[in-house]
């Protein structure tokens, strides 16, 4: 079983920047993608971003092509999630994703991870 601490969330202008972290911890496994998702308030968790392993390719919802960079540090199995130019509707809590279980060919849905983060919470004030 693999554990996810997010860590980074807080409080930010709208236009700000923030930068979220997760890093996988366990024993024996492999990550075949990490990734972020998203919750807001009476709203369904939706896609943020993802990242397969195995040749870094990235993925981005729409909402956030362009503001949003998900990249990794191999040697530490972390993921991070650079926020820029944020505006009041990205808030929400953001939730760490990692696939350890099997290859997907594409990473954009929540039944593509097996384990998840305890999520943290992200407020943009406008």
């Known amino acids: 079983q693999v554990q996810l601490v997010e860590s980074g969330g807080g409080l930010v202008q709208a236009g700000g920047s923030l930068r979220l972290s997760c890093a996988a911890s366990g024993s024996s496994f492999h990550i075949y993608a990490m990734g972020w998702f998203r919750q807001a308030p009476g709203k369904e968790r939706e896609f943020v971003t993802a990242?397969?392993?195995?040749?870094?390719?990235?993925y981005y919802a729409d909402s956030v092509k362009g503001r949003f960079t998900i990249s990794r540090d191999n040697a530490k199995n972390t993921v991070y999630l650079q926020m820029d130019s944020l505006k009041p509707e990205d808030t929400a809590v953001y939730y760490c994703a990692a696939n350890t279980g099997s290859y997907r060919a594409n990473y954009y849905q929540q039944d593509d991870f097996n384990s998840w983060g305890q999520g943290t919470q992200v407020t943009v004030s406008s």
């Open positions: 990242l397969r392993w195995s040749g870094g390719i990235t």
